[in-house]
């Protein structure tokens, strides 16, 4: 019997928890996201993290930059942002301009103020399997639903498809201090089927709609997915064929209502996490 995940009800607990968190304690945090781009789809995704962090009690600001700002200028806005003692949580929303080297604008936020945790400080933290100020929203989503469904995950074989910086790698981390056996596959993977179909826990993460079918999912295997595409009549879809495998799976996450949800609830504790730190520090 297959389990579907509800990551829109888990995510609306843990922001319930959070809103009366911050309210029993009169916590101020504060979030500052800076979206370079005119991208609608990035657009809306930002004003829905605003919307939500207001609705905490998060004070949340968005800064709009020009999609032809330079290098220089977006740097110095980011400094900006570090030196302000009022914000808390620093987001850059990627992907950037082709222009801009994003590693070098992550680098020039603070550790402890970064909330997506991509700083080599934070990953290097998070490698070593030590606590880092922040863990990446997405990968930190699914180690919270796999704990809320008492997913095991130590000694599973775990296949993770798609190696970005944030999902792929920092996930494969995670999974691998919880003492799973990770299997991290990309575009150049051979044999790419035979080895999904190992997996006790499969995650895609590629951004390609219905790209994993049944033959790629073993029975009883754990499904996360992590991939969200609109098709061309706006619908929107993973990077699993839901229908397909669904019968396979013990547990599989929808798309919509799964991981999405998760990803700006995590961007939401980690805000706060941030904000008590920086207060310990401050007292």
Known sequence: MTTIIDGKNLSEKILKNLKEEIIENNYTPSLAVVIVENNPASQIYVRNKN?????????????????????????????????????????????????????????KIPPNKD???????????????QNPFAKPCTPLGIIKILDEYNITIEGKNVVVVGRSNIVGKPLAVMLTNLNATVTLCHSKTQNLKEI??????????????????????????????????????????????????????????????????????????????????????SN
């Open 51 to 107: 919307k939500k962090a207001l609705e905490l009690g998060i004070k949340s600001q968005i800064v709009e930059l020009d999609e032809n700002i330079s290098q220089n200028d977006l740097e110095k806005e980011v400094e900006r942002l570090a030196k302000d003692n009022g914000i808390n949580a620093i987001l850059v929303q990627l992907p950037l301009p082709k222009h801009i080297d994003a590693q070098r604008i992550i680098e």
């Open 115 to 129: 909330v997506d945790g991509f700083h080599p400080y934070n990953a290097g933290k998070l490698l070593s399997n």
């Open 196 to 281: 999904c179909k190992s997996a006790d826990i499969l995650i895609g993460a590629i951004g390609k709609p219905k790209f994993f079918t049944h033959e790629f999912v073993k029975n009883n295997a754990v499904v996360i997915d992590v991939g969200i595409s609109r098709d061309e009549n706006g619908k929107l879809s993973g990077d699993f064929d839901f229908e397909d495998v669904k019968d396979l799976t013990s547990f599989i996450t929808p798309v919509p209502k799964g991981v999405g949800p998760m990803t700006i609830a995590m961007l939401m504790s980690n805000t706060l996490e941030l904000y008590k730190i920086q207060k310990t520090y």
